[in-house]
């Protein structure tokens, strides 16, 4: 392998690093707010559950009567649907991907974008 070449994989492997670096911080905080929202939910519907009322009402009307579970709730799947799912595995995704591109050239890469040089196949 040339000087060259061996300079731009490092140079590769400090961009991977600091891209994926990066999305820590933020992917970190989504996944706090979805457990938060998740634990919200839970103990809301546990308190809906578990109200003798619920039975003897419509289910609009023990919605109402629940406002923190119906709120929590509606939080849920707007974060959903808004794609929380993706942001709080962005790091995974991205070194993933890079995995994928990276078997052609016969490398591959860890979880914080660290490049993993294989042994070449003896033919």
Request: with cysteine; charged share 20%; aromatic share 10%.
């Amino acid at each position: 392998m040339s000087l060259e070449q061996t300079e731009d994989l490092k140079a590769f492997e400090r961009r991977l690093t600091e891209v994926i670096d990066k999305l820590q911080p933020a992917a970190r905080v989504w996944r706090i707010l979805l457990i938060f929202i998740t634990v919200c939910t839970s103990v809301g519907a546990w308190s809906w559950l578990w109200d003798p009322e619920t039975s003897k009402t419509s289910f609009t009307q023990s919605l109402l009567n629940h406002p923190f579970f119906t709120l929590s709730c509606f939080i849920l799947l707007l974060l959903f649907l808004c794609g929380i799912h993706r942001r709080v595995v962005a790091p995974s995704i991205i070194a993933s991907r890079c995995r994928q591109v990276l078997a052609d050239y016969n490398m591959s890469c860890d979880d914080t974008g660290k490049l993993i040089l294989k042994p070449r196949p003896t033919t």
